[in-house]
């Protein structure tokens, strides 16, 4: 794909294809690394996330026969239904 790199207020930016972040595994709003390795720029998905977890790994934590309990969030405290 080709593209050209535009000036965007202050900043310079790039418009990537559907397609291309389609291909990516990449949608709008999502965070990238960018950077440039033996001279070539180059956007992979960001891994980290907030906080520094991700909850697939977290998820893959939890044991098999782990079952959870019901917790106990005390009396109503304004016009809720239980």
Known sequence: MITQVKQWGNSQG????RELLAELRVAVGDDVEVVVRDGALVITPARR???GHDLRDLVRRIPKDHTPAELDWGRPAGREVW
């Open 14 to 17: 790039l418009r990537l294809s």
């Open 49 to 51: 996330v907030r906080g």
